[in-house]
């Protein structure tokens, strides 16, 4: 009989964490909060992923550094800066959900910031791209789309 409640306990315990486990998108139309997000974007920057620091075997939870080092549109920031992600995060960081090799990111990799004053006040919104050439393509047609309201190639 203990065994048993033991094993309920445990299944509750675990459903009851799974919502925080998962990211929810905020409510409403996806859509029109990216287009927002893109529309007010006011820099645009290549940037290396330096000094990343895995806390599982995964990659799943890990700290690295964003060293800004070429402005495309905008000012860049003067100065690297350090994020953390943690499994089920919600975040604009493409280039950690998109990698296609299902690795984590490694020190050298260029990314692209675009950032917008949500972002720039918390650091999980900035829009972070792989430097891939048809990636990027594809999202810089729906930034400019947003800044002439006009509606998202990709949804």
């Known amino acids: 009989m203990k065994t048993g409640a033991l094993i309920i306990a445990a299944m509750l315990a675990t459903l009851s964490a799974a919502p925080a486990l998962a990211c929810t998108p905020a409510p409403g139309d996806q859509v029109a909060a990216r287009t927002r997000d893109l529309r007010a974007v006011t820099s645009v920057y290549e940037a290396l992923v330096e000094n990343v620091v895995l806390h599982d075997q995964y990659g799943d939870n890990l700290d690295f550094t964003i060293k800004p080092t070429t ?31 299902d690795s984590p990111p490694r ?17 999980r919104w900035l829009y972070i791209l792989r430097a891939d050439a048809d990636y990027i393509d594809s999202f810089m047609s729906d930034w400019r789309a947003a800044r002439a309201d006009q509606p998202l190639s990709r949804h």
């Not at 499994?87 to 090799?101: P, V, Y």
């Not at 910031?113 to 972002?119: E, K, R, S, T």
């Open 71 to 101: 402005a495309i549109w905008g000012p860049k920031p003067p100065e690297p800066f350090r994020l953390s992600f943690e499994a089920g995060a919600c975040t604009n960081w493409f280039f950690l959900m998109d990698d296609q090799s």
């Open 107 to 123: 020190n050298g990799l260029k990314v692209i910031v675009m950032a917008n004053p949500d972002g720039l006040a918390d650091h």
